[in-house]
């Protein structure tokens, strides 16, 4: 079965542009920053609305809400960009994504140590230290830390490559099937 699908031709412009989202996403997650202000906001502001949303549903889930929150906005917008075949809106939103799951990473390996400042907690347990502890893993927070840091380098290098081939290969009309 053959993708039908349409993608936008990338100009070259556009091609750097996005390469240039990644390596600010990049370069800031994996440095002393690792706070891109206006994404990291929106992050924040999704990852509270998941908190709030699942918690209407249950208490016990409430916690994994903020996580949820983070990865389904870019996941969403992902989907919308693909279904309209807008290359450079849906890598931009990958690497959205990406830069979320490194972010999430960041909390993860926190989960021992507490360090990182929580937005309003109050006397709130840290949401990572919850959850591995409800699963009985806690100690195995850095561990499944570097495994989800790994999967977003493997994710961004992944759609970095595909948005590549989209930007040399653009016309999938001149790619048939011989039959």
């Known amino acids: 079965m053959s993708d039908e699908r349409s993608w936008q031709d990338v100009p070259i412009s556009v091609f750097l542009g996005g390469l240039a989202v990644f390596c600010v996403a990049a370069t800031f997650c994996h440095s002393g920053q690792r706070w891109l202000p206006v994404v990291d906001g929106v992050n924040l502001l999704f990852h509270e609305a998941g908190h709030f949303f699942l918690g209407l549903v249950s208490d016990p889930l409430e916690v994994y809400g903020g996580t949820l929150g983070q990865l389904v906005f870019p996941v969403v917008t992902m989907g919308y960009f693909f279904q309209r075949g807008h290359t450079a809106s849906f890598y931009v939103c990958g690497i959205w994504g990406v830069e979320n799951l490194w972010n999430i990473s ?4 926190d989960a021992r140590a507490q360090q990182l ?3 309003g907690a109050g006397d709130r347990l ?19 830390a570097g495994r989800l840091r790994a999967l977003g380098w493997v994710i961004a290098i992944f759609l970095t490559f595909w948005f590549y081939w989209r930007w040399i290969a653009p016309d999938d009309a001149e790619v048939t099937s011989k039959e």
């Not at 960041?106 to 390996?109: G, N």
């Open 106 to 109: 960041r909390y993860l390996a």
């Open 117 to 119: 400042p929580l937005f």
């Open 126 to 144: 840290h949401d990572w230290t919850e959850i591995l502890t409800r699963w009985n893993c806690l100690e195995r927070d850095l561990a499944y």
